[in-house]
């Protein structure tokens, strides 16, 4: 039985190794929110909110999801009976529009709390059988090719199974083509274009067809399910949803247009486990495969991703990088690490996340906090 005494909200300020930079919008000192949760019995919990700074994602800020956790959602968990967190993700729904990237963050808190109370690890409180997980790098947009190729050869060296390029138009074709004719054709790549197309663009996406990608993730609208049915009804290229799959009832709709053939789940995107398993299940019974998008997180929401990724229809690699790959030093011990072949190990033997908060250096790194009670 869970019963959450108090919350404690921190924003701490993360700074990358290297400027981070999507279609719509970049980052270098990442904001970070962490949620700890603290049982009536002592236990505690983590998780994180995935929400970025500014609304060029998804709607919801780190500010927004600050807000909203102190004002409708941690009322409903403190002080309550909770005896499975199942029931999280419908308390938190009820007569809330959006604001998936908090409730995300709430719900997956009460899971880990509930995993370490349980003594059991939280990719086996999921479901998860996977004892390791394959994993990508997702490359921010670069100033030319040879810049890109540079750091996919390293990317590839390192063992990653996937190179993931972000692309828009003007860095698009040519810079794939560039990786493309420099690692090989048997190198997996795929692009991400974070909604920076419309169907005005479908002749010049078609071109990407010539390179066999793994897939082509959200090339459209970041709401839209319907038009990218459109694309890819014309492209031989998988089309992968990431950004317009807010539940289970968008992957309905993209089953039934025929909008793409492979979806990123993200559980802080998707209000949290509950649902991230639901979706998974569904493309798991319509055979979409699944692979576990990330949103730069810190060790935290990294482990959260990492238990997520170990359920079986998480068959394509994720974007679950190790700790280096973002932070000089990750706020976990142990830090995330990757072997040669691009695995990640989920921590199965240790109860929930696996991973312990370096409480000095978040201490250090906090900028400010508020305890809710
Ligand atoms: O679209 O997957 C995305 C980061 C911020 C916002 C959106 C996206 C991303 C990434 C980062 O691609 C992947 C990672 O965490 O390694
Ligand atoms: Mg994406």
Redesign the pocket.
Known sequence: MIHVEKIILREISLPLRER?Q?SSGG?QDRRVLLLEFIDADGAVGWSESVA?EQPY?YPDTIDTSWLVIRDYLAPRIIGRDIDEPRTVAPLLADGVRGNLMPRGAVEMGIWELTAGKRDIALSKLLGGTRRRIGTG??LGLQESPEALVEKAAVGHAAGYRKI?I?IKPGADIDYVRAVYDALGPKVPIMV?A?NAYTLDDTEHLKQFDEFNLMML??PLAWDDVRRHADLQAVMRTPICL??SITGVDRVQDMLAWKSGKIV?I?PGRVAGFGPSIAIHDLCQANDIPVWC?????SGVGRAHNVALASLPNFSLPG???PSC??WEQDIVLPEWTMDENGMVGVPVDKPGMGVTVDRDRVDNLTVHSETLK
């Open positions: 981070f999507i980052v970025g994602y790098i997702s993931k972000k991400d974070n993730e959200q990431d950004e990123n993200k998008g990330g949103m730069l997180e974007d679950v990088s790959r973002y």
